[in-house]
């Protein structure tokens, strides 16, 4: 049998244990550092379609990780200081507190992909894996899949809450159609958010869809949670297995293998592969590592979608009428006309509130982010202590046609809220972004809570006064008049606030044989190493027009094939 082993049990690691498990010829073992995550065990919190605490919760994210979110800005010379970044750290990695969104993309993101190097990928070579991993409830023909592990459905009219489809009726009177179906032929519009959750209104985390009992239960596959990867293991160049070691502490052990697939995500993955000695040389050997690879492409590339938010206070006529419900219920797809761009590059994610909490129930907005980001950063290594998080530097709006878009973004976010037909479900309007402050504010502890449960009551008590609540206490004086009569004012507010996504892609990328700068080629290999794969959304050359849990889903139901195809062969260098 040919011994496979996955190190990084998220979203990608989860399908590939599952695929290639039906492999009677494969031995199988996924390694994740995180907890184990079934359908029995679930916890409430993650269990919900409302996904506002799991995220948060310490024991599903690595706690210690930071990143640097903004370029430099004005006379500056050095980025914002860096900020928490949540990643998952739990069997089903993102797919079990994220947003639950399911969408793939525009066809041009995967046929860009081939166009850069990475042989055999685009979308007609993808869409038979979008089919293959959901269950549509709602659409059928060419483009949708009836029969796979993940359901996809949309929200029904009388679920929305009364400010989000207001927003919606506002903006197609703007201008922004309605659409039917976020996944259907790719058209800017209005649309109700395509999401994978189950037929009882839970979330379905991929370790729960593919890794059922009845796969569980195979004899060729082993999961071992609670385990992080140290490093790879190699004979000369060739991988043959990884030392991990219990998250909690304890003795280092050897998991043998014939091949090693890379599943930590587009942060941990390169930096593993660093700390074993692949990537760029230079580095490595400034930190006392042997250089197995030199790879400059590793832990380059890293993209994430740039985001910046206008909220508005709800009235109790605009509130959530089900606290359970889901937040993201409609998304705003358009294009912004900037040379150069794509059609749909932009994103806005109409939200029915901001935060699981008291304080967040009464604010409403359209979360923003750069769909087809141009943006570059890195991840590098800190040290060769695998306990120790790499130095993560994003240089969002590094590129001046992602700060212009998001600039502009604000101004659509304006004129969407503060249309004469929301007047009666919204009170001011004002910018807003996921910054530290509002983080440590939603922090599910007593001290917040007071804060929270305070500022509710005066939001709703202060009347002609709420405005000037609202600017003094939550925006910090930044009034959105303010910043549309001032461009400068404008640009300075998004290069300070500008914040992520939380889709971390590209530092492992494809790309082709003669560019020093690719990490793996079209079958997922590793260049310059043999028995050695990544799958997760670090391959991503580019950053699809997305959220990324579900083009990463795809990426590893194609990979599992390309393994089974491919078995055990070299990467050709």
Known sequence: MTAILILGGGSAGCVLAARLSEEPSFRVTLVEAGDDLTEAGMPPEIRSRYPGRAYLDPRNIWPALTARMGAPAGNRTESPPPRAYEQARRLGGGSAINAMMANRGAPGDYDEWGALGAEGWSWEACLPYFRKLESDR???????????????RRATPDQLSPFVAATMRALAAQGHPAGADQNGPWRDGVYIGTTAISDAGERVPVSVAYLTPAVRARENLTVRTGFLAERILFEGRRAVGAMVAPLAGGNPETIPADHVVVAAGAIHSPALLMRSGVGPGAMLRRHGLPVIADRPGIGRNLMEHPSIAVSAYLTRAGRVRDRGEHHEQAILRYSSGLPGTPHGDMHGAILSRTGWHSLGCRIGGIFFWVNKSYSRGEVVLASPDPRTEPVVDFRMLSDPRDRTRLADAV??????????????????????????????????????????????????????????????????????GQLLADERALDAFVAAEVGGTWHPSGTCRMGAADDPMSVCDGFARVRGVESLRVCDASLMPTIPRANTNIPTVMMAERVADLIRRDGDAPSGE
Do not use: K, M, N
């Not at 059928?140 to 996809?152: A, F, K, N, Q, T």
């Not at 996921?434 to 009347?463: E, K």
């Open 411 to 480: 101004r659509r976010g304006a004129r969407a809220l503060c249309d004469p037909s929301l007047a009666a479900l919204r009170g001011p309007v004002f910018p807003a972004s996921y910054s530290p402050r509002v983080a440590r504010a939603a922090a599910p502890r007593p001290w917040p809570a007071a804060q929270r449960g305070i500022l509710s009551g005066l939001l709703d008590c202060a009347g002609p006064a709420r405005a000037a609540l609202i600017h003094g206490l939550v925006t910090q004086g930044v009034t959105l």
């Open 138 to 152: 709602d659409c059928g023909g060419e483009l949708h899949g009836r029969d796979g592990p993940l359901p996809i």
